[in-house]
């Protein structure tokens, strides 16, 4: 059995203040719920305040990002030993919002994925197609690239405690969201590839996500996929009622 895994990717919304009193009222909501694990991901500026608003408990903090350099003249940029340091557990890499407004890169994420790795972070490493791919029946090719690129060359051994989370970017923040079948079928394709290039029992120890417009309405139904392994989620994540629902779903 693969734990699910429910994480919240708040993007760049809340100030510390606001974050603390999402926790306020989400925390107790969630008390009770032992079979998921639970990410946060918050701005960097708010991750102290988070994580000291968790202390003890079942949730866990990642970070939204992180440098692929152990250190240096980066400003702006944040490094893989200061998250550690902080008490961060998670950071997603290659977001396709890094993608697409930042310019990452396939490489780039391969790069920060054996940085994450060396630190022991769990790297929530994100892949997925724009429309135009999906509709010119380029989704195999596109997804098999991107996972094939960023666990490239690492050794098998090391890749334990990836996650993967599959985003259709024609999905994020459109309100449109594939449909059950579709995700798992791209997740049966994502599995495949893992297998083919790392190894069967790193395939089917993988916990593939979904992230596209999960929300409270469609979240079991997406989660009663055999081959989703949990979501990540952004909008509906930013209310703790909402979120909590989702975390209910799985």
């Known amino acids: 059995m693969r734990t699910p895994v ?6 760049m919304y809340k100030t510390p203040t606001e974050a603390e009193s999402f926790l306020t009222a989400f925390l107790p909501l ?13 701005p960097a500026i708010d ?55 930042f310019a990452e890169t396939d490489e780039t994420v391969h790069r920060k994925l054996i940085t994450a790795l060396k630190h022991r972070l769990t790297p929530i490493v994100c892949i997925g197609e724009r429309l135009e791919e999906r509709e010119g029946g380029e989704t195999e090719e596109v997804l098999t690239r991107q996972i094939g690129v960023a666990i490239g060359g690492i050794d098998p051994a090391q890749l334990a405690p990836m996650i993967v989370a599959y985003e259709p970017v024609w999905a994020i923040g459109t309100g ?66 909402s979120f909590a629902k989702i975390v209910g779903a799985a």
């Open 176 to 241: 449109k969201t594939a449909t059950p079948e579709m995700a798992a079928d791209a997740h049966r394709l994502i599995r495949g590839e893992v297998a083919r290039l790392a190894g069967k029992s790193v395939a089917e120890r993988l916990r593939i996500l979904y992230g596209g417009s999960v929300k409270p309405e469609n979240a079991a139904t997406l989660l009663g996929q055999p081959e989703i392994d949990g979501a990540l989620v952004g909008g509906a994540s930013l209310d703790p009622q």
């Open 6 to 11: 429910i994480a919240a990717n708040w993007k």
């Open 30 to 42: 969630v008390r009770e719920q032992t079979k998921s694990e639970i990410v946060l991901c918050p």
């Open 47 to 101: 991750l102290t305040f988070v994580l000291a608003g968790v202390q003890a408990g079942s949730v866990r903090v990642g970070a939204q990002n992180m440098h692929f350099a152990e250190e240096g003249a980066y400003t702006g940029e944040i490094s893989a030993a200061m998250l550690t340091a902080l008490g961060v557990t998670h950071v997603i890499l290659g977001h396709s919002e890094r993608r697409q407004y």
